[in-house]
């Protein structure tokens, strides 16, 4: 019995963005599970056998995992990103924690990926040179309370803020409100990049002040990163302007 689990990020898209590690995990993986979409991008073979399911079903498809790798199967979850980001790998060690003690002996390893917000700030230049911090604006696993004190908090701390799942269909009205927030603790002319579908052929990116932001600018494949105070634009003939934000405040 030689089982094992991986939990694995592939990145924001482009398979250049893949580690290595990752890649050498699912060529000797026997089982791939995760969110169809991300089942998708995984090339079929034989003797590898796709498990794609639907979202919202973390809990089920990190047990099913588990019961695979203790079988002595070879299993690789994989989530978009980075795995530890909003995703997989903290409801496999749910289930981990909740399932039998002979899970707690298994092989598992979470092997690391290009989150959404470093992909996004890579492209627009160094937007998080300096302190900040990553909130999921999902209200799905929180209660909306509790986003909005976060943001207003942070805000309020001055931190440059990566914002994950913005806007969904099912809940259009909650980045109209982060709006609202923001324009109450920050000044006007804060920058605001909208990063769609990063590393994708689908890529767009826009640098807007925070008094031109619509809700409308971003969706479900966008990520949405706010400056600091200090954060600043370099304009370029053409091109979306670089912006960065200085490494040093008040020193
Ligand atoms: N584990 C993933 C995040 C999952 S949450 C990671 O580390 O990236 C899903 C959210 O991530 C999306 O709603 C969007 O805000 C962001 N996202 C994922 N891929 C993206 C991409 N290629 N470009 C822009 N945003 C992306």
């Not at 994950?164 to 269909?169: E, H, I, L, T």
């Not at 804060?190 to 809700?215: G, H, K, N």
Request: proline share 7%.
């Amino acid at each position: 019995m030689n089982g094992w689990l991986a939990i694995a990020g592939l990145g924001p898209g482009d398979d250049a963005l893949v580690t290595p590690e990752v890649t050498q995990a699912l060529a000797q993986a026997t089982d791939v599970v995760g969110y169809i979409p991300y089942v998708a991008r995984v090339a079929e073979r034989p003797g590898l056998r796709l498990h794609p399911s639907d979202n919202r079903v973390e809990l089920d498809r990190s047990r099913h995992a588990l019961q695979m790798a203790a079988e002595g199967r070879r299993v690789v979850v994989v989530s978009s990103g980075d795995p530890g980001v909003f995703a997989m790998a903290a409801a496999v060690f749910e289930a981990v924690e909740a399932g039998p003690d002979a899970w707690r002996a298994l092989d598992i390893r979470v092997l690391p990926g290009i989150t959404a917000m470093l992909a996004a700030a890579a492209r627009a230049g160094a937007p998080l040179g300096h302190d900040f911090c990553a909130i999921n604006l999902s209200d799905n696993l929180k209660p909306w309370a509790l986003i909005e004190k976060r943001l207003r908090l942070a805000a309020e701390a001055d931190f440059a803020m990566a914002f994950y799942n913005p806007r969904s269909r099912s809940r259009p009205e909650g980045f109209a409100r982060v709006l609202e927030v923001l324009r109450a603790v920050c000044e006007p002319e804060r920058l605001i990049l909208f990063a769609r579908a990063v590393s994708t052929p689908e890529e767009a990116l826009r640098v807007v002040p925070l008094a031109q932001a619509t809700p409308e600018m971003a969706d479900m494949r966008t990520m949405v990163l706010v400056g600091a105070s200090t954060t600043r634009l370099i304009a370029r003939d053409g091109e979306t302007p670089w912006v960065y934000t200085p490494r040093s405040v008040g020193a």
